[in-house]
Each structure stands twice: as C-alpha cells, then as structure tokens.
C-alpha cells in the first residue's frame, strides 16, 4: 500500500511562494503518477496539478497555470508543489495523491491519499 506524507503548508501573504512535499513510500514510485489537489471550506475538492510516472508530462488547472509548478525527485520518492505569486484563492487544504501508471484529473481516480497540509494566502 502506498503511504504519502504531505509537508509544507504554512500562513503566507499574496504574492508569496511555498513549496510543498510528498514522500512517498511502500510501493515503487516509478510506478504512480501523482497529484495535487486541494479543497477550500465549503468547497468540493478540485485537481490542481498532476505528473506522470516519469516526469515527462504534467496537466495543470487553468487556475494555476504559470503559477505553479509540480516536479518529482525519484531518488527521494518525493513529489514537489512549487507555489508561486500566491493568491487568497490558492487558500486550500492541499491533498497529495497517487494513481497507479497513468495520471489524471479525476479525485476519484487516485487510490491513495495524504493527510492533506494547510495553505492559508492572507491578502
């Protein structure tokens, strides 16, 4: 079973940057492509950003295009969430996800999630 562990949430104002991390054990990361999502209270949990087994393709939310940027280390079993020129809309609950082989946009679709950090933008 794969194990995620989000880390790097914190309380930011607009415009700022933050990096969050997934680490990721228990199965063979090659083997998952991964995904962020995150859900704003009151709000269905929505895709932000996903990347594929290798790291060759990424499909990012229009909201969030050109702001932020996914990237995967496989000698750590780390996926990172480069946040960047942050907004009080980015404030969310943010959820790692893996999904076996090929990614997607659906939260349905991931078999495994994490605990989920908090990312609060104060304007």
């Known amino acids: 079973q794969v194990q995620l562990v989000e880390s790097g949430g914190g309380l930011v104002q607009a415009g700022d940057s933050l990096r969050l991390s997934c680490a990721v054990s228990?199965?063979?990361?090659?083997?998952?492509?991964m995904g962020w999502f995150r859900q704003a209270p009151g709000k269905e949990r929505e895709f932000v950003v996903a990347?594929?087994?290798?790291?060759?393709?990424?499909i990012y939310a229009d909201s969030v295009k050109g702001r932020f940027t996914i990237s995967r280390d496989s000698a750590k079993n780390t996926v990172y969430l480069q946040m960047d020129s942050l907004k009080p809309e980015d404030t969310a609950v943010y959820y790692c996800?893996?999904?076996?082989?090929?990614?997607?946009?659906?939260?349905?679709?991931?078999?495994?999630w994490g605990q989920g950090t908090q990312v609060t933008v104060s304007s």
């Open positions: 996800a893996a999904k076996f082989l090929v990614s997607s946009i659906r939260p349905d679709d991931y078999g495994a």
């Open positions: 228990g199965r063979t990361f090659s083997n998952y492509a």
């Open positions: 990347i594929s087994r290798t790291g060759g393709g990424t």
